[in-house]
Each structure stands twice: as C-alpha cells, then as structure tokens.
T-cell receptor
Framework: GAVVSQHPSRVICKSGTSVKIECRSLDFQATTMFWYRQFPKQSLMLMAT?????????EQGVEKDKFLINHASLTLSTLTVTSAHPEDSSFYIC???????????FGPGTRLTVT | AQSVTQLDSQVPVFEEAPVELRCNYS??????LFWYVQYPNQGLQLLLKYLSGSTLVKGINGFEAEFNKSQTSFHLRKPSVHISDTAEYFCAVIPMDSNYQLIWGAGTKLIIKP
C-alpha cells in the first residue's frame, strides 16, 4: 500500500510554455501533499504544502504565481509551472501524508527540461 | 528552528564491509526521525523511522539506526553492504509541532567499491 504516482516522469518543453505535473495517491487518501524540487546532487527543497480543499502554503522564495498548486481531491494534486524558463529545469517530487502517520510517501519524480 | 546535519557528503566503502552514515539534528522541540534512500534517477523510499519506543530501529534491506537523544543523533548502520546499496541516503526529521513537514539533511552518497 501507500503508492504515489507522478505523471509525466519526464517532460521537455520550450521556454515560455506551461507544464502540468500530476501527483496521485493510488491507494489511500492524502490529507496533506508536498511538492519538492531537487537540484543535481542536492537535497530536496520544499516548495509548498497543500491540504485538500485549501490554498497551498508556499515556502519563502517560491513564486506562487509561477508554481501553481491545486489539491482538488484527497488523491490528486497538480503542480503547474507557468511560463517555464531554462532555470526551472529540475527534478520535481511530490509526496503524500496521512493523518497521524508522520510518514510521507514519495512519487517517483518528474524530470523537467526547459529548452 | 530545526536543522539536520549529515556530516559526510560521500562515504566510500568496500563491498561486504560495514558502514555507518552519520546524522545529527538540532531542534527546540521533540522530533520524529527518518532515513530515506534515493537510488539513481528514482524517487525516495523510506528505510526506517523512529517515532517512539525502542531507540534501536530496524528497517528494510538490513539497515538499522539508533536514536541517541543526549547526542541528538540518528546514525544509520549496515553490517555488510552490497553493490545494490549504492544510493543517496537522506536523514530527515519532523518536529512534533509541525504539519508533517520534513526537515532534510543534505544527503550522503554511499559508494560501494568492489
């Protein structure tokens, strides 16, 4: 149990376009979902925390108008990178958490390349 | 504020040798502790966690970790490593007063030499 999927696994887009990444918890209801960004050979950087049905809480320095997060249901969260630029190229990882479990379940990640 | 320090960015070790990956944390509140592993080009997988109870925690793939509250440490150990253990290992904590938000260490790359 506790499987989290991400789609797509890899995406290449042109500068100026928008890209949507989906994160699904397949076999449980996630009360909280997290979006991370990981630069090469570095740890994960938390971008935002979202609870179902409410607005996401963004970390300092993360542009909420550029990285749009929608947590429409207990099993689905989406991250949209708007007007992508080459510096947005990165590995994006989502995770889901259940109440009183204190464990996050991670998706396999999405490699975004902006050309 | 909380922080997690992984003292070694890389740890090279020969196959079948023991290994210890070090993790120290700083927090004004009690924390839950975790070790995650990331294999090349993959997402993260939970190795083990400490929430309460016995301070020696056993995880998957033969790994174990010991919580030492006085030294604020949670070092990860394995008595005999294999080539397949080559990966990045991340130590993380969740402060008990937070919204499940993980505070991450910088990671330690475990390099297994044949």
């Amino acid at each position: 149990g506790a499987v989290v999927s991400q789609h797509p696994s890899r995406v290449i887009c042109k500068s100026g376009t928008s890209v949507k990444i989906e994160c699904r918890s397949l076999d449980f209801q996630a009360t909280t979902m997290f979006w991370y960004r990981q630069f090469p050979k570095q740890s994960l950087m938390l971008m935002a925390t979202s609870n179902e049905g409410s607005k996401a809480t963004y970390e300092q320095g993360v542009e909420k108008d550029k990285f749009l997060i929608n947590h429409a249901s207990l099993t689905l969260s989406t991250l949209t990178v708007t007007s992508a630029h080459p510096e947005d190229s990165s590995f994006y990882i989502c995770s889901s958490a259940r109440d009183r479990n204190y464990e996050q379940y991670f998706g396999p990640g999405t490699r975004l390349t902006v050309t | 504020a909380q922080s997690v320090t992984q003292l070694d960015s890389q740890v090279p070790v020969f196959e079948e040798a023991p290994v210890e990956l070090r993790c120290n944390y700083s927090s004004s509140v009690s924390v839950y502790l975790f070790w995650y592993v990331q294999y090349p080009n993959q997402g993260l997988q939970l190795l083990l966690k400490y929430l309460s109870g016995s301070t020696l925690v056993k995880g998957i793939n033969g790994f174990e970790a010991e919580f030492n509250k006085s030294q604020t440490s949670f070092h990860l150990r394995k008595p005999s490593v294999h080539i397949s253990d080559t990966a990045e290992y991340f130590c993380a904590v969740i402060p008990m007063d937070s919204n499940y938000q993980l505070i991450w260490g910088a990671g330690t790359k475990l390099i297994i030499k044949p």
